[in-house]
């Protein structure tokens, strides 16, 4: 009988953003259980919001997260809509939509990036984060900010879409759909790739239900839930696309499943920038005033569904802001998917929700029941797996693809 | 510090570290990385251990919980460190000013070198300002 360990994860990381903790109970190498701390992050952004008027509670749930700086004022202005049952113009619409998708194709790149990062695939790292600037380069264009882009207000959009940016954008979607068809063929058909993250962390269907886990995550699992689909807002329905389900429920599927977000997300925007060639007209109604009552705004954020209930007492500010975020409903799944697998897939998998945090590793020794020392981190642990993969199957297609 | 500062301005190493940011400026950071700016032309790179670092790099406007460990990173840094706070967050606390969770500004806590302002500073703002600090090496 071995001993049980515990291995402390956080709250700092060498490489990454946020500071999170989590207490690792291993036997040998295998996981057994994990628990997670919050509240580093701790910014009381609900109590702030009662004390700011509609309009700056936009910014401010704009800075809950930098990467999803679309999907909270997103659903934020839905749920104040929805308080005033407020008319939004055609061309808002699609701007809106416009905004959200490009965000999409970052957010995912970033995912992208890391993942390959955590399996120790720095190539992938670098390539997908440098496609990634074309993007950032284009949102800069249109909003005037790389992140943060601060376009949405109640009953519209702030600045409005400049038609001569076509050319750019078309050009940026045209690159970006080549790569990414690119490397969805490396990926898909790489041997290390394939055996790191086939089987690993498997989230299945019943469970993925019963933890109410949301967008990419969900839809690997075979749940096939997306509010733009399934309560459509913006321009959403009036848009020609699919969403992509998955029944595996493992990390290779959920990035299979992001990959090709991409390509529709890709898809729509050609749309939209066809369409707001002849749609002209205003980009905001004016809104005089918020009655009393309640709201409630949704959006399909990168990572799954924001979810903003608002209340108003008629006066210029909410009573009551409630936030759920994806990540929130989206981080508990560990409990299932991480127990029963080596220490050194357990990187993969925490990021393989896209958690809106990154999970760090400390300086601590880990020796097996003989005393040997199986490893001082767990990023090195999970890069070194992928060496020795690579070891064993030769030089594989994905180094030459790229 | 005549020799040590000339070995320093060529490789310059930096712990990055996050104190209640939006994750924004520190995804900027991470950016400073990639092909697109690729700060490693400049010998700067970042460090998996405060233990190694010569410049502490701090985002974020500094909760409660958090600030506890900001100092205690302090602490540990070996001396001289470099403070740098990146973003409004550290310096005036952004739109969480008047946050119930907040313990900034950062200079309260710890002795700030350098402040690169910006809500995020776009990646080119924080290449000057890392270049600013090179150059006060001289
Ligand atoms: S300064 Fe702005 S972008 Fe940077 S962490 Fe603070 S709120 Fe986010």
């Known amino acids: 009988m071995s001993e049980d360990f515990n291995l402390p994860v956080g709250p700092f990381h060498p490489l990454l953003e946020e500071a999170e903790y989590f207490k690792i109970t291993l036997d040998?190498?295998?996981?057994?259980?994990?628990?997670?701390?919050?509240?580093?992050m701790h910014r009381a952004i609900e109590k702030l919001s009662e004390s700011n008027t509609f309009d700056q509670t936009i910014f401010l749930v704009e800075r809950i997260c930098g990467i999803c700086s679309a999907s909270h004022p997103f659903a934020c202005v839905n749920a104040l809509e929805d308080i005033g049952n407020v008319e939004i113009p055609l061309r808002a619409r699609y701007i809106r939509s416009l905004i959200g998708e490009m965000e999409r194709i970052h957010s995912h790149l970033l995912w992208l990036g890391l993942a390959g990062h955590f399996i120790g695939y720095d190539t992938l790292w670098m390539w997908a984060w440098k496609y990634r600037?074309?993007?950032l380069e284009v949102i800069e264009l249109i909003t005037g900010n790389r992140n943060h882009y601060g376009v949405f207000r109640i009953g519209g959009v702030r600045k409005d879409y400049d038609i001569s940016l076509n050319t750019r954008v078309n050009e940026v979607?045209?690159?970006?759909?080549?790569?990414?068809?690119?490397?969805?063929k490396a990926?898909?058909?790489?041997?290390?790739?394939?055996?790191?993250?086939?089987?690993?962390?498997?989230?299945?269907?019943?469970?993925?239900?019963?933890?109410?886990?949301?967008?990419?995550?969900?839809?690997?699992?075979g749940v096939a839930i997306d509010v733009r689909k399934d309560e459509p807002y913006a321009a959403y329905d009036l848009l020609d696309f699919d969403i992509i389900v998955r029944e595996e429920g493992d990390v290779f599927a959920k990035t299979v499943v992001r990959i090709l977000e991409m390509l529709e997300s890709i898809k729509m925007v050609r749309q939209i920038i066809e369409r707001l060639r002849k749609i002209s007209g205003p980009i905001y109604n004016d809104v005089a005033e918020i009655p009393a009552g309640e709201g409630i705004g949704r959006h399909e954020a990168p990572r799954g569904e924001v979810f903003h209930y608002i209340r108003s007492d008629g006066s210029n500010r909410p009573i009551r802001h409630k936030i759920r975020a994806p990540s929130y409903v989206n981080i508990p799944t560990y409990e299932v998917s991480c127990p029963g697998m080596n220490l050194s897939d357990v990187m993969i998998t925490l990021a393989s929700v896209d958690p809106c945090y990154c999970c760090t590793e400390r300086s601590v020794k880990l020796f097996d029941s003989k005393g040997t020392e199986i490893a001082q981190n767990l990023l090195e642990l999970s890069q070194r797996k992928t060496d020795r993969l690579i070891d064993e199957l030769g030089e594989s297609e994905l180094w030459k693809l790229l | 510090m005549g020799v040590y500062n000339r070995i320093l301005k060529k490789s310059l190493w930096v712990f990055h570290m996050s104190a209640s940011p939006c994750n924004n400026c520190d995804i900027e950071v991470l950016d400073l990385l990639t092909p697109g700016?690729?700060?490693?032309?400049?010998?700067?790179?970042?460090v998996g251990s405060i233990r190694h670092a010569d410049v502490l790099l701090i985002t974020g406007m500094g909760g409660c919980k958090i600030s506890e460990?900001?100092?205690?990173?302090?602490?540990?840094?070996?001396?001289p460190v470099f403070v740098v706070a990146v973003g409004t967050c550290p310096i005036g606390g952004a739109t969480f000013k008047d946050s119930y969770s907040r313990c900034g500004p950062l200079?309260?806590?710890?002795?700030?070198?350098?402040?690169?302002?910006?809500?995020?500073?776009?990646?080119?703002?924080m290449i000057e300002g890392l270049l600013k600090l090179l150059g006060r090496l001289d």
Request: net charge neutral; glycine share 6%.
């Open chain 2, 37 to 46: 700016y690729d700060l490693e032309r400049f010998g700067i790179k970042l």
């Open chain 1, 28 to 40: 040998g190498e295998k996981v057994k259980e994990i628990e997670m701390e919050t509240g580093w």
């Open chain 1, 133 to 135: 600037e074309p993007i």
């Open chain 1, 173 to 184: 979607m045209d690159m970006l759909e080549k790569k990414l068809s690119m490397v969805a």
């Open chain 2, 69 to 79: 460990r900001v100092v205690r990173l302090y602490n540990q840094a070996p001396k």
């Open chain 1, 187 to 221: 990926a898909m058909d790489d041997p290390v790739l394939k055996s790191r993250l086939c089987g690993v962390g498997i989230l299945t269907k019943e469970d993925a239900i019963n933890y109410c886990a949301t967008g990419p995550t969900a839809r690997a699992s």
């Open chain 2, 107 to 125: 200079d309260k806590l710890i002795p700030v070198n350098l402040y690169i302002p910006g809500c995020p500073p776009k990646p080119e703002a």
